[in-house]
């Protein structure tokens, strides 16, 4: 019988008084991908914080190798082998790709000088190895999200980590992206190295893991090897009872002869949006489609005013509208939800309440005869969001740093909601959230585009374009190489197989 790794029993935490791990037993095999599953809020996280040092348990211990040990901080977590890659970023933005991977583990001169040229040959061998075709020498902030999440596996793997836990790591990356890191997940594999794997995507965890341990509510639910259940088991296990919802289609009648709600013609920006044009019509949902690095956000970006255009224009219910920044873009009723909440969507040490205040104050929305904020009406506000996203909370004044990551997303979600936008640009919405929470932003998006206004998704998750597009635009070097109805496209196969097949043909 293959050894346990470790051994993680009666694992049991609480945040004021409230019991968030309610005596946790988890084990990892040596050589194992073991997927650790559950809703937002589960406990997943948390458990794994314990493992890494930066939370202690109130009760129980953890075994490594059969041994019991202490790990108080994440040294003791690295002096044991283990290494974790967080949802949450944690790179420097300002150093680049190769600086963060061996930060604080830099390469020397004989002068005892950091020798950058020796670690980025060392990074590149790395990323060369993961299949990445990345500068190891730019500055993380010059990085996409995807490009930001292969850097963090990188940094994580060039530890000689035994034990690696992975927290949502294809969160941001294409179909691609991702079968590279399953090759490079099942080498690591082959060599004894164990992997706990966090994600809320089913279809990659019956790929890639050998074992599934869902948590809810805190508490252990099941353990048990991935060929004995069903998607639709775990789902059931997850929620605690059967997911019968489905996104419901589209019931507003598009019609193509009359004015679009927004019109994109001839747009350019700084190379990485190259002579796009496009329409989206009221009652819309208008799916973007393509590779990592293939130009989405960049160009959703420039729609919204983040990066202005350098030529061509757009149109908003017919009229010019000039958008140069992102003030701009919202007077011109256009609301943006970026991919990264953390860095870009929120201020996390900041409430909610005062979090739903930044946009609408820019709207001069709150304002009570232009001088004071009305407090009254943010409350009423930020609390009718609350309850019709079903946010998570115990108050508006909670932090949110303090919620999960699907409570985040839904806090951006609302606060943009709230400045009663026509256009509604939406930049992996549902990445790193769990089902439940995947299906509610889903249909919010699906209702809006049925009640007349416009929508604009770009996913990594192909079926999810599939189940709420009504058409679907693929994306290369900056520019729309095909279009296509979501009625033309019979399978997530068939969608990977058209956007490889563009990448390929331009």
Known sequence: MTPAIIEMKRITKEFNHIRVLDHINFELLQGEIHAL???????????????????????????????????????????????????????????TVAQNIFLTRESRSKLGLINDRIDEKKASILLHEMGVDLDPSLPVEQLS???????????????????????????????????????LLRKLKERGISIIY?????????????????????????????????????????????????????TYLVDPTATPL???????????????SFKLFAGEVLGLAGLMGSGRTELVQTIFGITPAQSGDIKVKGKKVRINDAKSGMKAKIAFIPEDRRLQGLSTMHSIK??????????????????????????????????KLQIKCDSIDKEIRLLSGGNQQKVVIAKWLSTEPDILIMDEPTAGVDIGTKTEIL????????????????????????????????????????????????????????????????
């Open 354 to 387: 005062e979090n739903f205040e930044l946009p609408l104050i820019n709207l001069r929305k709150l304002e009570k005869h232009k001088i004071f904020v009305d407090d009254h009406k943010i409350v009423a506000l930020a609390n009718g969001f609350v309850e």
């Open 145 to 183: 999200t995807g490009y930001r999440q292969l850097t963090e596996i990188v940094a994580a793997l060039s530890q000689d980590a035994q034990i690696l836990i992975l927290d949502e790591p294809t969160a941001s990356l294409t179909h691609t992206e991702t079968m590279t890191l399953f090759g």
């Open 262 to 276: 927004l019109e994109v013609n001839h747009l350019n920006c700084n190379q990485e949006v190259c002579d796009v």
């Open 443 to 506: 249909e919010m998006a699906r209702n809006l585009a049925n009640e007349g206004k416009g929508v604009v998704i770009i996913s990594s998750e192909l079926q999810e374009l599939l189940s709420i597009s009504d058409r679907i635009v693929i994306i290369k070097n900056g520019s729309i190489v095909d279009e296509m109805l979501r009625t033309e496209v019979k399978s997530e196969d068939k969608l990977h197989q058209i956007i490889q097949g563009a990448q390929a043909s331009v």
């Open 37 to 95: 599953l559950g809703e937002n809020g589960a406990g997943k996280s948390t458990l794994m914080k314990i493992l890494r040092g930066i939370y202690q348990p109130e009760e129980g211990e953890i075994l490594i190798n059969g041994k019991a040990v202490t790990i108080n901080s994440p040294s003791d977590s690295r002096l044991n082998g283990i290494s974790m890659v967080f949802q949450e970023f944690s790179l420097i933005p300002s150093l």
């Open 198 to 250: 966090i994600s809320h995507r089913m279809e990659e965890i019956f790929q890639i893991a050998d074992r599934i341990t869902v948590l809810r509510d805190g508490k252990n639910i099941i353990t048990e090897q991935v060929q004995n259940l069903s998607i639709q088991q775990v789902i059931e296990h997850i929620l605690g009872h059967k997911d019968v919802r489905e996104i419901k289609k589209s």
